[in-house]
């Protein structure tokens, strides 16, 4: 941990002072604004949709986050050669990346906890004023939908570590990263629609077609899975098993990630 | 207290992945005190050399010690301080920050970073600057700030790649004393240059490197005898590399 610290404190000092982050929290904030504007124009359902506007909201400005300053910070070492310095000091290249990415999960977690902070006071202020429309409404499964967002941004961070591995620039780890995003969200869908029988979807697919989604499905994370927004929005319950089975896989693949991240930085040179 | 054996490098280029000898069979011993300079044209090999000291590349054949440690183990570079060329550092931390960051690593405690920042921001010229974000420093400071980061746990090796480079007059002569003081305290010093007048001022010895091979080693006394000047010694190296008359 005494080598592990210094890399990641400075890698979170280096986020957090971004002016991105300020730029991305200022957004939130409008949007944490529409949200009351919003929810008061559909009277009978202002606490649903508050509650996952607000949850949205916390979702898109974590992604700007990882996208826009996280990945900067470990690809911006390797751009700038700022990464000369760092492993100068007498560190390996794995608690390089296992301390850097601490400091990304410290960025991502301090960051998230000061939105869904803004986010529970929009959600405290609408129900206030509109207490009746607020009754069917859970706050352990909002924390639960916020907490799993978080556990999703930091899925993303790790595999935005794996591509920066490999990668010559911070711009193809940017790209790879979107599109797995992309993928993560809309694969699960993909794969329940080609899997449903041809005379409910209404067209044939080929079975190669199937074997590419399935090994996508396996390959990438599926990260829809985290979202459970709308469980919130209408005060569902979520089962235990669900969220621990959840929280299981996006760790197995955080861990994943990070080690082949390591082990494939242990080979790369910086001529 | 520095090794390097029989070390060659060989770099891919292109698409064709034509390959480009960076380093052939480079045989150096740097000991214990001693101010080497390395002195070599641009893409001699210099940096590549300091590189795999560093442990940043990887030799094709050969190996390096420093301090009878393998460079390839972390702990060899416990008692190294480097600088790079053209250093570039976290935009939003501070020198003092930076500082801290390098103690730590190297295992220092609080107070110890402290003192030791309050004395090298002095000699690096950087009191009204430590608190500042190093994205608001010129380059001069930026390097003087990595000069400082590069000697924070008082090592017993300093290696400088072109540590001259992108300074004023005022950093130059600053970088220069520093060297001075560094040979007085005994520390090892493996400096590269292409600038002959340094190389001449700070070297206890000196190696020129022209095209991946080291063409000769030897003291400064020893390279200047009979009066000639090192550019008359460099010049004739890089004549005879390139298969001309030695002048």
Not at chain 1, 99 to 115: A, C, N, Q, R
Not at chain 1, 121 to 131: F, G, P, Q
Not at chain 2, 13 to 41: M, S
Request: with cysteine; glycine share 8%.
């Amino acid at each position: 941990m005494t080598t592990f610290w210094p890399i990641a404190l400075i890698t979170f000092k280096e986020g957090i002072r971004n002016r991105a982050i300020y730029g991305i929290t200022l957004v939130a904030l409008m949007l944490f604004g529409a949200t009351a504007l919003v929810a008061t124009m559909v009277p009978r359902e202002v606490g649903k949709v508050a509650v996952d506007m607000a949850l949205s909201t916390i979702s898109f400005a974590g992604l700007l986050i990882v996208l826009f300053v996280g990945i900067n910070l470990m690809a911006k070492d390797l751009d700038k050669r700022t990464i000369y310095t760092v492993l100068s000091r007498p560190i390996s290249r794995s608690q390089y990346i296992i301390g850097k990415f601490l400091g990304m999960i410290l960025l991502i977690t301090v960051t998230m906890s000061i939105l869904s902070l803004l986010a529970i006071t929009a959600i405290v202020m609408l129900k206030n004023i509109h207490a009746g429309y607020f009754t069917r409404f859970s706050w352990q499964t909002i924390i639960l939908a916020d907490g799993l967002t978080v556990l999703m941004l930091i899925v993303l961070s790790a595999i935005s570590f794996l591509f920066a591995s490999f990668t010559s620039s911070s711009f193809i780890t940017l790209v790879l990263t979107i599109i797995t995003y992309i993928i993560g969200q809309s694969l699960s869908g993909v794969k329940s629609l080609l899997e449903a029988p041809s005379y409910e979807i209404g067209f044939s697919v080929s079975p190669v077609t199937v074997k590419v989604v399935t090994a996508a499905y396996y390959l990438f994370p599926n990260l829809s899975l985290f979202d459970i927004k709308l469980q919130a929005a209408h005060a569902l319950a979520v089962s235990p098993s669900f969220i621990l089975w959840t929280v299981l896989y996006g760790l197995v693949y955080i861990v994943i990630s990070i080690t082949l991240a390591a082990i494939i930085f242990r080979k790369k040179e910086f001529p | 207290m520095i090794t390097i054996n029989g070390i060659s490098k060989e770099f891919k280029e292109g698409i064709t992945g034509k390959c480009v000898k960076a380093l052939e069979n480079l045989e150096l011993e740097i000991k214990q005190g001693e101010v080497f300079g390395f002195l070599g044209p641009n893409g001699a090999g210099k940096s590549t050399a300091i590189k795999i000291l560093m442990n940043l590349i990887f030799p094709n054949s050969g190996k390096a010690e420093i301090g009878g440690k393998d460079v390839r183990d972390p702990e060899a570079r416990r008692i190294v301080g480097y600088l790079p060329e053209n250093p570039y550092f976290y935009d939003y931390l501070t020198t003092d920050e930076l500082l801290w960051f390098g103690g730590r690593t190297a295992g220092m405690d609080s107070n110890s970073i402290r003192e030791r920042s309050d004395l090298l921001v002095q000699q690096v010229n950087l009191q009204n600057a430590r608190k500042r974000p190093l994205r608001t420093y010129s380059k001069g400071m930026v390097q003087r700030a990595g000069l400082a980061m590069a000697l924070i746990h008082d090592p017993d090796v300093v290696i400088l790649d072109e540590p001259m480079s992108g300074l004023d007059p005022i950093g130059r002569k600053m970088v220069g004393d520093l060297l001075i003081e560094l040979k007085g305290q005994g520390k090892t010093v493996f400096f590269s240059s292409h600038i002959l007048n340094d190389i001449e001022r700070f070297s206890d010895r000196a190696g020129i490197i022209i095209g991946g091979k080291l063409k000769r080693v030897d003291t400064l006394q020893n390279l200047l005898s009979g009066g000639k000047n090192l550019e008359d010694v460099f010049m004739s190296e890089v004549a005879l590399a390139e298969g001309g008359t030695a002048g």
